[in-house]
């Protein structure tokens, strides 16, 4: 009996040990972003940090299959300017990831541009786009 306490404490410790040092998920905590106006310029910056939109756009960035490397033509300037802060690390400061995105309403898709070391593209479908667009109260 007590050598199979010994070992069930002994996987319990081995688990807890794996489980803890394998959790190097990122962390979105704040989004922040511009819109182009028409005219040309910028809105103020609007902070998001509501937990469940946070979520969301988490999931949506967490589905985008980039495609790294690739010269954009762009014929307009983008819709919105992007910011996303991870918390990557405890203890560490945040990392932010820069994105340009053009909602493009004749074919319901979002096309995305990160600009982190590697130029990346992107494109998302009708679900997604529409539901990022509608978490960055984009209206055009």
Known sequence: ??????VGCIWILFISIILGCGNTRKNLTRVDYKQN??????????MLT?????????????K?????????KRTRKEDIKA???????KNMPERLYEYEIWFH????????????GEQSYAMLNKELSKELQKLLNYEK
């Open 50 to 62: 509501d937990k469940k939109k946070l979520e969301k756009i988490e999931r949506i960035f967490s």
């Open 83 to 89: 910011t996303l802060f991870y918390v990557e690390e």
């Open 1 to 6: 009996m007590r050598k199979w306490c010994l």
């Open 37 to 46: 106006r028409t005219n040309g310029t910028y809105s103020d910056i609007v």
């Open 105 to 116: 309403n004749d074919i319901n898709k979002a096309v995305l541009i990160g600009d982190n």
């Open 64 to 72: 985008i299959k980039w495609e790294e490397n690739v010269a954009v």
